[in-house]
């Protein structure tokens, strides 16, 4: 089983990254981001509460995403593997990701760290919002969700380090590029 988490500030290209993966190792993809927001399209309870969040820029509580993980991982059926997108964001949902995959008899394989410096994380999510319309992908939710990243998701890598887990990606340069230096680290596993 391969347990990929694909980790780095918002603008990273996780979610990029994290498609191409999905295509050359055929594993299931969780963002934790693109099912809060199916949810709020449905208008669902779950999604009305999220919006508050994700429109402050502010994470939602911890037992809350950890309850919706749990019910995507338990969705997967005969599964090759799982890369996980956008979660953990803090180091209580990493403890949890530990326990869940540890009752499945499983572990994470490693955390890929996309590494981007920050003026062009900005830039990136400027210009996301502008193509695709991202609600919070304006420039005070950005600066928001930059904050709520440093404060409580970037403890996440000495986290990892720990763990023996952590892998360095350099996130500046082509998607095939990056893309290569991630293929490398997972075919060493
Ligand atoms: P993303 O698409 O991963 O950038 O997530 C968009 C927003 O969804 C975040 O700014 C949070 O408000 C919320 N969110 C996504 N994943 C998580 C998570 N693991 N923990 C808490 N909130 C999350």
Do not use: C
Not at 174 to 188: P, Q, S, V, Y
Request: net charge negative.
């Amino acid at each position: 089983m391969l347990n990929i988490v694909i980790f780095g500030a918002p603008g990273s290209g996780k979610g990029t990254q994290s498609a191409r993966i999905v295509e050359k190792y055929g594993i299931n993809h969780i963002s934790t981001g693109d099912v809060l927001r199916a949810e709020i399209k449905a208008g669902t309870e779950l999604g009305k509460t999220a919006k508050g969040y994700i429109d402050q820029g502010q994470l939602l509580p911890d037992e809350l995403i950890i309850d919706i993980l749990a019910s995507t991982l338990d969705s997967f059926q005969d599964s090759k593997g799982v890369i996980f997108d956008g979660f953990p964001r803090t180091i209580a949902q990493a403890e949890a990701l530990k326990v869940m995959l540890a009752e499945r008899g499983q572990e994470v394989s490693i955390m890929l760290d996309l590494d981007v410096p920050e003026d062009e994380l900005m830039t990136r999510l400027i210009k996301r919002g502008q193509e695709s319309g991202r609600a919070d992908d304006n420039e005070e939710t950005i600066k928001k969700r930059l904050v709520v990243y440093h404060s409580q998701t970037s403890p996440l890598i000495d986290w990892y380090k720990q763990e023996g887990k952590y892998q360095h990606i350099q996130g500046l340069g082509t998607m095939e590029g990056i893309f290569a230096e991630i293929a490398e680290a997972i075919d060493k596993l």
